[in-house]
């Protein structure tokens, strides 16, 4: 499949919606559009994946087959790399070799849960209840792990092969069918790999794509009596209406992978050259809009200076452009909205007194860039900079004196997702790893994550995890069987 023929085909998607423009961030110019399916198209497809699921057609599929149709999904995400890095880049703005890398992250998800379809399985026990619980003494359990019938798989448009992967992987290992709504920024990606999967065969009614808007398409499935779980990855905002949808219509299940705010400490006795470069590439990174970048700096009063003209001089020094700019390190913001939100914090900062060390203002050139930004001297206890999630390329730094305070400075948040200490004493180390409240911690590492890892958030990150064996489990339900002996 060419990126024209994704262009020219996700047009001829039925709809009964707004047709949706869909652009290209690093031109602003629009490439394609569709129709919102609205809610009588997410009503098919669920009554399509609820059929699916009731025929058994996916679930009652022996388990190895499960596995080498999911392997052959991930050989031919290989073998289409070319055209869905160029498809990542051209309506995500993410650069060339990051979106192929970022393809082949998304075909390890699938390698990685094809192992697992083999390997779900439950505990058995006999009891003896001595006569307490019940009639009978001895009794023989066990339980079973079985699939959710339908689940609605919902991803923003930050990373869109990377999100599809994370949801489609495990899902389909634990057997679920399900519906599937990529942001509306980034429908292209999704249109392909839903190719695939079919193309590898998973049969026709099990995964079901529907595009179109949150108010309109997100929010019918998440109201939907027939499905069972949401698995959704999102802002925060979003992620509380979620649940007051489940709480209104079915209390179906809920992950949810949230928003972040996350600190970065750096001790006067880190590897200074190290730390900065990673805080800085870790926090502006596809322009701040990757879920754990870094956005609060803490640095340690002795070298405080350091770090701050050390992530200035590097955000200076990163190259942006668009995918077809040689050598360009970090795209652009992915809309007009997001921009208009980006550069109202960095006002919004200005007038409250913070000090722009450098950037605050976009790049005089078509696309949405806004130049990588360090802010100091802002109120910890007011700023809305300071404390909301930006999700572009401004970080804050501030100095800290001992190790209490640092922890007490990044546990000041309502956010959990990661946090990040640099530091050569081991023993702060491991005691700042415990300290900090975020799902991801890392110590002298910045920005990591693997697909055989849980992933999650604290507080108002998230509910439940993502990745490893907590991946799958977050597909299935367990039931126990008790039987007389
Ligand atoms: P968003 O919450 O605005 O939208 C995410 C998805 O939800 C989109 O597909 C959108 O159409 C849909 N949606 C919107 N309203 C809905 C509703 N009422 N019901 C159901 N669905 C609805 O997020 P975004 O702007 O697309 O992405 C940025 C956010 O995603 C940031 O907050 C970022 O931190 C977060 N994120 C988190 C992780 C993680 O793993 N924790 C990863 C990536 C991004």
């Given at each position: 499949?060419?990126?024209?023929?994704?262009?020219?085909?996700?047009?001829?998607?039925?709809?009964?919606?707004?047709?949706?423009?869909?652009?290209?961030?690093?031109?602003?110019?629009?490439?394609?559009?569709?129709?919102?399916?609205?809610?009588?198209?997410?009503?098919?497809?669920v009554a399509r994946a609820k059929?699916?699921?009731?025929?058994?057609?996916?679930?009652?599929?022996?388990?190895?087959?499960?596995?080498?149709?999911?392997?052959?999904?991930?050989?031919?995400?290989?073998?289409?790399?070319?055209?869905?890095?160029?498809?990542?880049?051209?309506?995500?703005?993410?650069?060339?070799?990051?979106?192929?890398?970022?393809?082949?992250?998304?075909?390890?998800?699938?390698?990685?849960?094809?192992?697992?379809?083999?390997?779900?399985?439950?505990?058995?026990?006999?009891?003896?209840?001595?006569?307490?619980?019940?009639?009978?003494?001895?009794?023989?359990?066990?339980?079973?792990?079985?699939?959710?019938?339908?689940?609605?798989?919902?991803?923003?448009?930050?990373?869109?092969?990377?999100?599809?992967?994370?949801?489609?992987?495990?899902?389909?290992?634990?057997?679920?069918?399900?519906?599937?709504?990529?942001?509306?920024?980034?429908?292209?990606?999704?249109?392909?790999?839903?190719?695939?999967?079919?193309?590898?065969?998973?049969?026709?009614?099990?995964?079901?794509?529907?595009?179109?808007?949150?108010?309109?398409?997100?929010?019918?499935?998440?109201?939907?009596?027939?499905?069972?779980?949401?698995?959704?990855?999102?802002?925060?905002?979003?992620?509380?209406?979620?649940?007051?949808?489940?709480?209104?219509?079915?209390?179906?299940?809920?992950?949810?992978?949230?928003?972040?705010?996350?600190?970065?400490?750096?001790?006067?006795?880190?590897?200074?050259?190290?730390?900065?470069?990673?805080?800085?590439?870790?926090?502006?990174?596809?322009?701040?809009?990757?879920?754990?970048?870094?956005?609060?700096?803490?640095?340690?009063?002795?070298?405080?200076?350091?770090?701050?003209?050390?992530?200035?001089?590097?955000?200076?020094?990163?190259?942006?452009?668009?995918?077809?700019?040689?050598?360009?390190?970090?795209?652009?913001?992915?809309?007009?909205?997001?921009?208009?939100?980006?550069?109202?914090?960095?006002?919004?900062?200005?007038?409250?007194?913070?000090?722009?060390?450098?950037?605050?203002?976009?790049?005089?050139?078509?696309?949405?860039?806004?130049?990588?930004?360090?802010?100091?001297?802002?109120?910890?206890?007011?700023?809305?900079?300071?404390?909301?999630?930006?999700?572009?390329?401004?970080?804050?730094?501030?100095?800290?004196?001992?190790?209490?305070?640092?922890?007490?400075?990044?546990?000041?948040?309502?956010?959990?997702?990661?946090?990040?200490?640099?530091?050569?004493?081991?023993?702060?180390?491991?005691?700042?790893?415990?300290?900090?409240?975020?799902?991801?911690?890392?110590?002298?590492?910045?920005?990591?994550?693997?697909?055989?890892l849980p992933f999650g958030g604290?507080?108002?990150?998230?509910?439940?995890?993502?990745?490893?064996?907590?991946?799958?489990?977050?597909?299935?339900?367990?039931?126990?069987?008790?039987?007389?002996?």
């Amino acid at each position: 499949m060419t990126v024209q023929a994704v262009l020219d085909q996700i047009r001829e998607r039925p709809g009964t919606g707004d047709v949706i423009p869909v652009f290209d961030p690093a031109t602003e110019e629009q490439i394609t559009e569709f129709t919102d399916c609205g809610p009588e198209g997410v009503n098919d497809a669920v009554a399509r994946a609820k059929e699916s699921a009731d025929s058994g057609i996916w679930k009652g599929k022996a388990d190895y087959e499960r596995a080498k149709i999911l392997w052959k999904v991930a050989d031919l995400i290989d073998e289409n790399k070319a055209v869905l890095a160029e498809l990542e880049s051209l309506n995500a703005g993410i650069p060339p070799s990051q979106a192929e890398v970022i393809v082949s992250v998304g075909s390890e998800w699938f390698r990685y849960y094809a192992g697992w379809c083999t390997k779900v399985d439950g505990i058995a026990r006999d009891v003896n209840t001595g006569g307490l619980m019940g009639m009978d003494s001895h009794m023989h359990a066990y339980t079973l792990r079985e699939p959710y019938d339908v689940v609605g798989l919902i991803f923003p448009w930050n990373g869109p092969v990377f999100n599809y992967c994370a949801k489609l992987a495990p899902s389909l290992a634990a057997g679920c069918s399900s519906v599937v709504k990529p942001a509306e920024e980034t429908p292209l990606s999704a249109f392909v790999l839903d190719r695939i999967l079919h193309e590898a065969g998973v049969p026709e009614g099990v995964v079901n794509l529907v595009n179109g808007r949150g108010h309109t398409v997100g929010a019918a499935i998440t109201a939907h009596d027939d499905v069972d779980k949401v698995a959704f990855t999102g802002s925060t905002e979003v992620g509380r209406e979620i649940v007051r949808a489940s709480a209104a219509s079915n209390l179906n299940k809920i992950t949810l992978e949230l928003g972040g705010k996350s600190p970065v400490l750096i001790f006067d006795d880190a590897d200074l050259d190290t730390a900065i470069m990673m805080a800085g590439f870790g926090t502006f990174v596809h322009s701040g809009q990757a879920c754990i970048c870094g956005s609060r700096i803490f640095a340690q009063r002795g070298v405080y200076e350091k770090v701050v003209d050390g992530i200035a001089n590097l955000a200076n020094g990163l190259q942006l452009g668009g995918p077809k700019d040689e050598g360009a390190m970090i795209g652009p913001l992915i809309s007009a909205k997001q921009l208009g939100r980006v550069m109202g914090y960095v006002d919004q900062g200005k007038q409250d007194g913070a000090e722009i060390v450098t950037g605050g203002h976009r790049l005089d050139r078509k696309g949405y860039f806004v130049h990588p930004t360090v802010v100091t001297n802002v109120d910890p206890a007011t700023s809305r900079l300071y404390r909301e999630e930006i999700f572009g390329p401004v970080v804050t730094i501030l100095p800290f004196d001992d190790e209490d305070e640092a922890v007490a400075m990044a546990n000041d948040t309502t956010y959990g997702l990661a946090a990040t200490a640099w530091t050569k004493d081991v023993g702060r180390a491991h005691r700042i790893a415990k300290r900090l409240k975020a799902g991801t911690v890392g110590v002298n590492a910045q920005m990591q994550f693997d697909h055989s890892l849980p992933f999650g958030g604290y507080k108002q990150s998230g509910w439940g995890l993502e990745a490893g064996k907590a991946g799958i489990d977050a597909y299935l339900q367990t039931k126990v069987v008790w039987t007389q002996m």
